[in-house]
């Protein structure tokens, strides 16, 4: 494992950091013990968010007593200085420190976000008020929208800034992580496995460890996992002929508009479940038709109560047509039905 400042920052971090979100469906000694084992493999990164429930505990429980070893990042939705305020507060109590090394303004996409964080009395004074009081060492921001991430890069008021980046979604590689470099911000990298869409942890980190200063942080659920992929930074990184066939294969798969399965357009008002059923087609390719099928029952049949309403559209950071996308995908999963 290789070690660097994050950034223009005073922080060394691993090449590889740990993301907080399936702690929260560990129990509290397993995720200890997943937790433990990162460090002991070499992580010293760990990414959580005030919004990923008990995640901020079990990391709060694991490393308790040696602090000062770790790097902590956690983030809050709150755009005003009184929410923001009480999430801090609520991080450091659940993390049990006096300082968190880098808070994060959560999933900034939408320029109503930007405005309401700058404002008077908006999410951006409470961190700097934080920052002052040594409550958090360092300001950093994620999003999902390429173009406000450029926007946010580019105001220099933040140490990092998180964006999803893996071999299918690449859009960060160029402007906006040579923007990120450029200014001395820290680079973390969420999603490396495309919110599940790539289920080749081998390949999905050949191609990451190409970037040598962009940090992912996959989220880990098992004392195995997170075995598989230090392994992957224990040997030298090559990618063969065939490495890059299998990623044309899975771009080619995916199209560009796929689901990241981040879950910002659920609940539906009709209960269309909106996740599963937006995954269907890759389903359907990697199980077979018959099997993906009865696998699907539930989620496709859920479609059919899809008014278009449009509800989802405005809450997905990736502005996917969701009604337009389902229905296509039920009309796959009728046609694989029918033939079964
Ligand atoms: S458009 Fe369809 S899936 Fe989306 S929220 Fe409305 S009913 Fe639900
Ligand atoms: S449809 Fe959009 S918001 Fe919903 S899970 Fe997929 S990517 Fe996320």
Redesign the pocket.
């Known amino acids: 494992m290789r070690y660097f400042l994050f950034g223009k920052t005073d922080l060394t971090v691993s090449e590889l950091g740990f993301g907080g979100i399936p702690l929260i469906r560990l129990s509290k000694d397993l995720a200890v013990n997943v937790l433990r084992r990162a460090y002991d493999q070499g992580i010293i990164i760990y990414d959580t968010a005030n919004m990923y429930l008990d995640s901020e505990e079990k990391i709060g429980a694991a490393f308790h007593g040696m602090r000062n070893r770790v790097i902590i990042a956690s983030k809050s939705i709150q755009r005003d200085a009184a929410g923001m305020t009480e999430h801090i507060e609520k991080s450091l109590i659940r993390l049990k420190t006096d300082y968190i090394d880098l808070y994060q303004l959560h999933q900034v996409a939408r320029e109503a976000d930007w405005k309401a964080i700058m404002a008077p009395g908006g999410a951006m004074e409470a961190l700097l008020h934080a920052k002052d009081k040594g409550k958090i060492r360092h300001i950093g921001v994620t999003s999902h929208s390429l173009e406000m991430a450029l926007k946010l890069v580019k105001t220099d008021l933040f140490s990092s800034i998180q964006f999803p980046f893996n071999f299918i979604e690449i859009a960060a590689k160029d402007e906006l992580h040579a923007v990120a470099r450029e200014r001395g911000l820290g680079i973390l990298a969420m999603k490396p496995f495309a919110g599940g869409m790539i289920d080749n942890a081998d390949i999905a980190f050949k191609f990451l460890r190409q970037y040598s200063d962009v940090i992912p942080i996959p989220g880990f659920d098992s004392v195995e996992a997170v075995d598989q992929v230090t392994s992957f930074y224990k040997r030298e990184n090559k990618t063969t002929q065939s490495d890059v066939h299998l990623i044309e294969r899975y771009r080619t798969e995916l199209g560009k508009q796929f ?7 659920q609940p539906c008002p009709n209960g269309v479940m ?2 599963q059923s ?1 995954g269907y087609r890759v389903i359907a390719n990697r199980m077979s038709p018959a099997v993906a099928v009865k696998f699907s029952r539930l989620p496709m049949e859920s479609v059919l109560k899809c008014d278009a309403c449009g509800a ?1 559209v405005e ?4 502005d ?1 047509p ?1 009604p337009d996308m389902l229905k296509s995908f039920n009309d796959l999963y009728e046609q694989h039905l029918n033939a079964s």
């Open positions: 689901c990241r399965r981040c879950e910002y357009c909106i996740t937006m989802c809450k997905c950071p990736y996917l969701i």
